[in-house]
């Protein structure tokens, strides 16, 4: 991809973390929502914590800037980092503003004295660390997010089989994934859309956007525009469907993956 390298995480973070990533960047890359968080290291700025995006949003950094990074799947930093997803909904925050100053300068201090191969994985010990202390599987977050990963279920039918109210399952997905299931169905979808991509590049937009749940091509377009300001020929371009590197967030059904 350039400028942006994914790579696999540990495999017993793999239920926590989608991937790692390293970065040199120049210019303004776009990026897409994909219901994930992440903490990053940029050299010369310090750690910074990526809340959830409910839109595509654009940054541009000075030549040659390196970062690193982990991306957390949906639902899982929130517990972690003990505060809710939807405090930090479309925005960045320092990391000592959601656990504490003390973390923050112990992890500055060992990325900052590591090799640049090395800086992946101290991040990875500072995920075990929290995940120690803190991390619990909530089986309704659990829930929700295995079934939109599969198929585009509407509210009531995920309230239902979680044994909720709508309104209680709305304030369980606002503090895991940062917005409701009805976001966090459309961005999956979408997410959804681009691993098909991927997987049957054969495919044309139209059967792509049935097989993920749009009703559909005219439906797929308006939300790729929505959630990503471009068409889905366009989308498709980017490196988004590539951010995951070899893992993905969704999951794709037997038929839909490549005979």
């Given at each position: 991809?350039?400028?942006?390298?994914?790579?696999?995480?540990?495999?017993?973070?793999?239920?926590?973390?989608?991937?790692?990533?390293?970065?040199c960047a120049e210019g303004e890359h776009l990026l897409v929502p994909d219901a994930c968080m992440d903490v990053l290291w940029i050299r010369g700025v310090g750690i910074r914590v990526c809340g959830p995006e409910t839109a595509a949003w654009s940054f541009t950094l000075p030549p040659g800037t390196r970062s690193v990074g982990v991306r957390f799947r949906p639902g899982s930093a929130s517990p972690m980092l003990r505060t809710s997803a939807s405090e930090l909904r479309d925005s960045r925050a320092d990391?000592?503003?959601?656990?504490?100053?003390?973390?923050?300068?112990?992890?500055?201090?060992?990325?900052?004295?590591?090799?640049?191969?090395?800086?992946?994985?101290?991040?990875?010990?500072?995920?075990?660390?929290?995940?120690?202390?803190?991390?619990?599987?909530?089986?309704?977050?659990?829930?929700?997010?295995?079934?939109?990963?599969?198929?585009?279920?509407?509210?009531?039918?995920?309230?239902?089989?979680?044994?909720?109210?709508?309104?209680?399952?709305?304030?369980?997905?606002?503090?895991?994934?940062?917005?409701?299931?009805?976001?966090?169905?459309?961005?999956?979808?979408?997410?959804?859309?681009?691993?098909?991509?991927?997987?049957?590049?054969?495919?044309?937009?139209?059967?792509?956007?049935?097989?993920?749940?749009?009703?559909?091509?005219?439906?797929?377009?308006?939300?790729?525009?929505?959630?990503?300001?471009?068409?889905?020929?366009?989308?498709?371009?980017?490196?988004?469907?590539?951010?995951?590197?070899?893992?993905?967030?969704?999951?794709?059904?037997?038929?839909?993956?490549?005979?």
């Amino acid at each position: 991809m350039g400028w942006y390298t994914p790579q696999s995480v540990a495999p017993d973070l793999s239920d926590i973390l989608v991937c790692g990533w390293t970065a040199c960047a120049e210019g303004e890359h776009l990026l897409v929502p994909d219901a994930c968080m992440d903490v990053l290291w940029i050299r010369g700025v310090g750690i910074r914590v990526c809340g959830p995006e409910t839109a595509a949003w654009s940054f541009t950094l000075p030549p040659g800037t390196r970062s690193v990074g982990v991306r957390f799947r949906p639902g899982s930093a929130s517990p972690m980092l003990r505060t809710s997803a939807s405090e930090l909904r479309d925005s960045r925050a320092d990391l000592s503003d959601v656990t504490d100053a003390r973390t923050e300068r112990i992890l500055l201090n060992r990325l900052e004295n590591s090799e640049d191969h090395e800086q992946v994985s101290v991040l990875e010990d500072a995920v075990r660390s929290w995940a120690s202390s803190s991390f619990r599987h909530d089986p309704v977050i659990n829930h929700v997010r295995t079934a939109l990963s599969e198929h585009s279920w509407n509210v009531s039918s995920l309230a239902d089989a979680a044994a909720l109210t709508s309104r209680q399952l709305q304030r369980r997905c606002n503090d895991a994934f940062g917005y409701g299931p009805a976001t966090l169905r459309a961005i999956l979808r979408l997410q959804r859309f681009m691993a098909l991509a991927r997987s049957r590049p054969a495919l044309g937009l139209a059967e792509s956007a049935a097989h993920c749940g749009f009703s559909d091509q005219a439906h797929l377009t308006r939300e790729c525009r929505r959630i990503s300001s471009l068409t889905p020929a366009a989308l498709l371009r980017t490196q988004a469907p590539d951010w995951h590197g070899s893992d993905t967030v969704v999951a794709l059904t037997e038929g839909d993956a490549v005979a």
